[in-house]
């Protein structure tokens, strides 16, 4: 029988000799601590291979004197050497397929994977011992085992005669293929996020056979290479073979390597125990070292990891290709001048193609604006396979969002986790002073202090009788004990700064206590404070806080606006109330009228304002959607809710689908009395006369409420409501805010990519 191979082997004989091999498996699920042992059978072939600088004992004792656990495993080990020293003089063929069947017999027990490392295990002992035989390291008094007797025996004068350089090559190529072979193998073995596939547990049996086939004769090439030289072709066939059952293997190892950078990815965004965000980036970006410049700032000189060690918050900008709005642009690097993280943008391409020069160009384009913001100076080179997988696959869905829509603002906190993941809609919805703010603290306990003294004079009324200094001891006694508690109180403090400055704000508990201190729907929630990036402009709150009158209103049709404006004008000069119109609506054409006729205030003048304001509310909706989530809130028992009622009425009037005229909202002060429909709101205004007596009792704004909840309209223009089609929670049915019938649900597709904001309807 000669030398079987996957090359030329007739499928018959191919056939047979699998079904002896497979002949000799009975695993009964055991198992071992396969790297171990591997690690330590590597070192011995290292050694011999010429890769280290020196043969020790102790080194190559670390494989016969294993743990003290591993005694059996050991016995295994023992038992494989022998069996192939034992036939190490065989010279057919047929004897050494007979020693590779009767080796595998005796690692039945084990898997294919694990019977490779103790094969390996067991040559390593008769390669190292071999080299000590080689290397006189034996002489000179040193006790020989009974391995390394049985060898010299076999060798006798073979030592003397030094084996030829080209055969050593062999013998090393040969041996650096099993053990990559058996370490590709070991990798591969079953975990919780990977199973090997069909193809690769077929070809285990038959690699594990060649393994231990091309062990034995490496054995007899080197112990008895003078006497064989036939061993040199047989090994040159084995490595040949070798490296193609290798090749078998590597494609699954790289999809299981890609699978463990994402796993491990994914568990330290959520659960890490990293010291430092810097070790989360080195699973991001592709770096050499913590001080390679890889972020830039516009016109800066470049960043390197090290740069994040400090205790600033970052979020991470988050775009599909470049597709970022100038308005969202804008508003980032006004954020960036009012707070305090730092920004990183990553935009990450939809196709895994070279960037084409249009998309340099793009990019180049996009970067110009972003002046505030840090950037990847080459993202095609610095984003990792395993990053870009995890947002396209998990980042984005968890966000309810598909992989194309808008950007998305992850915040991560100091160790590199993710606290957040996404705060766009918080930053929009509340100020960064505000978001910054820190609520937590001791409340002064200056209340203790009285209570103590009307106790302590109480428990020593009359004492002053028989000791007069009495009153002295109290003050002195009180003034010990305050100075306690405001110690004690100022401790707290100082660990609550501590620990909040190695926290971020921008986290989902932080947005969930903001939604908790806004209890009311207020003209507050529309007109913040904003500092310089607030388009409803300061008058208005100063409105607020003037407890006016005010009329929101928007819509399309001018020949509305131009009706409701000057009925409310008429109305304001009757009742002698100074009632302020804000036209807030998107249509363009109709705000720039407004504006040339003075009809209204205007405070939406451009693209970026009504951007910002529309934008705004309707992350407000979102934000406000996610907050009842958390707080267990049903999803039937959101019309109960009055902000994200209010929230949704604006957005149904205002939505680019709708056909409504005009919609109006009015309060006094911050107080929303009522909002409605354009043409139930003008009718109320029309029939003045009608509800003018119940203005001196009431009061305007109610007077108007009243009137407006007693007029009944048959039809009305259709308003229409947009719900991602993401979220978890969108309510089966939904009911209009006008009539109370139950709305139409349709599936809309959107191409939003112009990042049009402004309506150009007549």
Not at 408 to 437: C, E, F
Not at 494 to 501: C, D, E, G
Not at 722 to 746: A, G, Q, V, W
Request: hydrophobic share 40%; glycine share 4%; with cysteine.
């Amino acid at each position: 029988m000669t030398l079987p191979s996957l090359s030329s082997q007739p499928i018959d004989e191919s056939s047979i000799l699998r079904e002896q091999v497979l002949s000799t498996d009975n695993h009964d699920g055991r198992h071992f601590n396969t790297n171990f042992i591997l690690s330590d059978a590597e070192k011995i072939l290292r050694l011999g291979m010429g890769t280290t600088e020196e043969v020790t004992v102790e080194k190559l004792n670390q494989v016969v004197e294993l743990n003290n656990i591993y005694e059996q495993l050991s016995y295994h080990i023992r038992q494989v050497s022998i069996e192939i020293v034992s036939d190490l003089n065989a010279k057919t063929a047929n004897q050494q397929h007979s020693t590779t069947i009767g080796v595998l017999r005796k690692l039945c027990w084990y898997s294919w994977e694990d019977k490779m490392v103790l094969m390996l295990a067991g040559f390593s002992i008769i390669y190292g011992e071999y080299i000590l035989l080689d290397s006189r390291l034996c002489k000179g008094g040193s006790k020989l085992g009974g391995l390394a007797k049985k060898l010299e025996s076999l060798t006798q004068n073979n030592l003397a005669e030094t084996l030829p350089s080209y055969t050593q090559k062999v013998i090393v190529d040969c041996l650096s293929y099993v053990l990559e072979l058996t370490k590709c193998v070991v990798e591969l073995k079953p975990c919780p996020y990977y199973s090997p596939p069909p193809s690769v547990i077929l070809a285990l049996p038959m690699a594990t056979y060649w393994i231990a086939t091309t062990l034995i004769n490496v054995s007899a090439a080197c112990v008895c290479g003078a006497h064989f030289k036939v061993h040199q072709n047989e090994l040159v066939e084995l490595t040949a073979l070798i490296f193609k059952t290798r090749a078998t293997f590597s494609p699954e190892l790289a999809k299981k390597k890609a699978e463990e950078s994402f796993q491990i990815l994914r568990h330290a965004w959520y659960h890490n125990s990293f010291s430092n965000r810097v070790e989360l980036f080195r699973l991001i970006f592709n770096v050499k070292n913590d001080y390679e410049g890889i972020f830039e700032r516009h016109n800066f000189l470049l960043e390197g990891l090290n740069y994040w060690r400090n205790d600033q918050s970052v979020l991470l900008l988050i775009t599909s290709g470049f597709d970022i709005s100038n308005e969202q642009i804008d508003f980032l690097n006004w954020f960036f001048d009012n707070s305090s993280p730092y920004i990183i943008w990553i935009p990450i391409m939809s196709y895994n193609a070279a960037w084409t020069t249009e998309d340099e160009h793009h990019f180049e384009k996009v970067k110009e604006r972003m002046y505030n913001l840090r950037l990847l100076n080459d993202p095609q080179k610095r984003l990792l396979p395993q990053f870009i997988r995890f947002v396209k696959k998990e980042l984005f869905p968890k966000c309810k969002m598909r992989w194309g829509e808008d950007a998305i603002l992850v915040s991560i906190d100091l160790k590199g986790r993710i606290v957040h993941l996404n705060v766009v809609h918080m930053i929009l919805t509340w100020a960064p002073h505000y978001i910054q703010k820190n609520t937590i603290g001791v409340q002064r306990l200056y209340n203790i202090i009285p209570w103590v003294t009307k106790e302590v004079k109480e428990g020593t009324s009359g004492v002053n009788r028989v000791v007069p200094e009495i009153d002295e001891m109290i003050n002195d006694f009180l003034s010990e004990i305050g100075g306690k508690i405001n110690a004690w109180a100022d401790l707290v403090d100082r660990r609550i700064r501590k620990v909040l400055a190695q926290s971020t704000p921008y986290h989902n508990d932080r947005e969930k206590d903001l939604w908790q201190q806004e209890t009311t729907w207020s003209l507050h929630l529309l007109a913040p404070k904003f500092e310089s990036y607030q388009p409803i402009g300061e008058l208005i709150i100063d409105w607020i806080q003037e407890e006016k009158y005010i009329f929101l209103y928007g819509g399309n049709d001018m020949k509305w606006v131009q009706e409701f404006t000057s009925k409310v004008r008429e109305v304001g000069s009757k009742t002698q109330l100074n009632i302020e119109l804000v036209y807030v609506g998107r249509n363009k054409k109709i705000r720039g009228i407004i504006d040339k006729k003075r009809m209204s205030h205007s405070p939406l003048h451009n693209s970026a304002s009504v951007w910002w304001f529309w934008t705004r509310l309707r992350s407000m909706f979102l934000s406000r959607i996610h907050y009842l989530d958390v707080t267990n809130c049903p999803v039937k028992d959101y019309n109960n809710d009055e902000i994200l009622q209010g929230l949704k009425k604006l957005l149904a009037y205002e939505s680019t689908n709708t056909t409504i005229e005009g919609w109006a909202l009015l309060s006094k002060g911050a107080k929303v009395i009522v909002c409605g429909h354009g043409t139930k709101m003008l009718r109320v205004m029309n029939e003045y006369q009608i509800w003018k007596e119940n203005i001196a009792p009431k009061g305007f704004g109610q007077a108007f409420k009243d009137h407006h909840e007693m007029i009944f309209m048959n039809r009305h223009s259709c308003c229409t409501l947009e719900y991602p089609i993401k979220l978890d929670k969108i309510p089966e049915n939904e009911t209009c805010h006008e009539c109370s019938r139950s709305m139409h649900k349709f599936l809309t597709f959107t191409c939003c990519h112009g990042h049009d904001v402004d309506s150009d309807k007549d």
